[in-house]
């Protein structure tokens, strides 16, 4: 409380009451709170080896993951690039899965075939996890497709970053999911930088939105380091695309805190330029708020804190402990079991 005048008390001003129930701002709060501790841990065990080859973290950016999915349903689909641990993380693929993906054991998501770039989990309907730059785009413009073709009242959300846009492919996918008015959502993630070049450095007609009109999309445009912003905006895009088949373009503003890869000495941007991000961290603002909103108390903050960092140290401890994944998988996973593949192709495979 503060006073104001002589006896006069006034409240302290407090953030915007939410519609949303304390359950679910807490949960929101909860799923990017082991979203950063997940990578934390990540970060250490690729520092000693543990993971090989690339490791995209996604520190910084978990308000669009968390505050995306929260907007969907269990029967919609999922797809990204090779930025996707907190994405696996917040569709609910379990810490241990991804975290054995990553070390390339046998209990992964993916078998331990896939690695950091691609997580997948199929019972979430979470389809990757993909390492071309653009290409998953048209992958998701066809899980679309058959879902309107199924008809199973689901959507796709696809996650992309500011560098894929200028992919061709992304052109021809955007002109067919507006032709064939596909139940889809494109949400890019930009963060500024594709590696090292910055948005302004590759992209004309800015803001990046701009190019819906161009393919009669819905244009739309969300505060990545507001969780609730990024749910409510994901919400009305998942909305169009459900009960009026208009896909949307939804442009998120984010930042990522650590370099492009763990590889990555981060010397095209400023530390002033990061300092600044810093202060509209994602995860401490959404503290701040709910604190404000009596919604998050300070021992229940430190709970999430302590169970997030427990659940990281059990994944890697659980991945480490698992074994390799048999050589044989490597060639049979190559090709679908002859009792999956579609009757309508099998005539064609048993061809080859
Ligand atoms: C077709 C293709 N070209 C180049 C690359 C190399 N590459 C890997 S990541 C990357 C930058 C992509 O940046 P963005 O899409 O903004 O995603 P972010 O890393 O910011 O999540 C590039 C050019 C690639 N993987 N695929």
Sequence with gaps: ?????????????????????????????????????????????????????????????????????????????????????????????????????????????????????????????????????????????GLAFAQQYENTGGITLCFLGEGAVNQGVFAETLNLVSLWKLPIVFLIENNDYAMGTSVSRSSAGLPLVNRASAFDLAGRTANGMDVEDVRKKVAEAVSLARTEH??????????????????????????????????????????????????????LAKQIDGEARAEAQDALTFAEESPEPDLDLAFSLLFSPEDQIDPILRPRYSDI
């Design 246 to 299: 208009l896909p949307t373009l939804l442009e998120v503003s984010t930042y990522r805190y650590r370099g492009h890869s763990m590889s990555d000495p981060d010397t095209y941007r400023t530390k002033q330029e990061i300092e600044e991000w810093k202060k509209r961290d994602p995860i401490l603002l959404y503290r701040e708020k709910l604190e404000e909103r009596q919604v998050l108390l300070d021992a």
């Design 1 to 141: 409380m503060v006073a104001e005048g002589p006896g006069v008390a006034v409240a302290e001003p407090k953030a915007p009451a939410s519609s949303l129930s304390a359950e679910i701002q807490i949960d929101l709060y909860r799923q990017m709170v082991r979203i950063r501790r997940f990578e934390e841990k990540s970060a250490q065990a690729f520092m000693r080896a543990e993971i090989k080859g690339f490791c995209h973290l996604y520190i910084g950016q978990e308000a669009v993951a968390v505050g995306a999915l929260a907007a969907l349903e269990p029967r919609d689909a999922v797809i990204t690039a090779y930025r996707d641990h907190g994405i696996a993380l917040a569709r609910g693929t379990p810490a241990r899965a991804c975290m054995a993906e990553l070390l390339g054991k046998k209990t992964g998501c993916s078998r331990g075939m896939g690695g950091s770039m691609h997580l997948f989990h199929r019972a979430n309907h979470f389809y990757g996890g993909h390492a071309i730059v653009g290409a998953h785009t048209a992958l998701a413009a």
